[in-house]
């Protein structure tokens, strides 16, 4: 799986799950696509994961670790 930080002009800059980062032209990926959302790649072709999901863990996760500090 890949998650896009971020996009540098027609460039997707990816991380792959062992923490490396790729870059892909942006043409070949869905064109909803946004920063945050992962991709999963076979045989060349990008489609998109459930990213709302991963967004809501994440927020919780987010809201768990400020709660905390406090």
């Known amino acids: 799986m890949?998650?896009?930080?971020r996009f540098e002009g027609d460039l997707?800059?990816?991380?792959q799950d062992d923490g490396t980062m790729i870059?892909?032209?942006?043409e070949v990926l869905?064109?909803?696509c946004a920063e945050g959302d992962a991709?999963?790649?076979k045989d060349?072709?990008?489609?998109?994961?459930d990213n709302q999901l991963?967004?809501?863990q994440m927020k919780s996760k987010m809201q768990s670790l400020f709660a905390q500090k406090r």
């Open 23 to 26: 870059n892909i032209k942006r």
């Open 2 to 5: 890949l998650t896009i930080d």
């Open 44 to 49: 060349g072709i990008y489609t998109k994961k």
């Open 12 to 15: 997707a800059v990816c991380q």
């Open 54 to 56: 991963r967004r809501d």
């Open 39 to 41: 991709l999963e790649a």
């Open 30 to 32: 869905p064109p909803d």
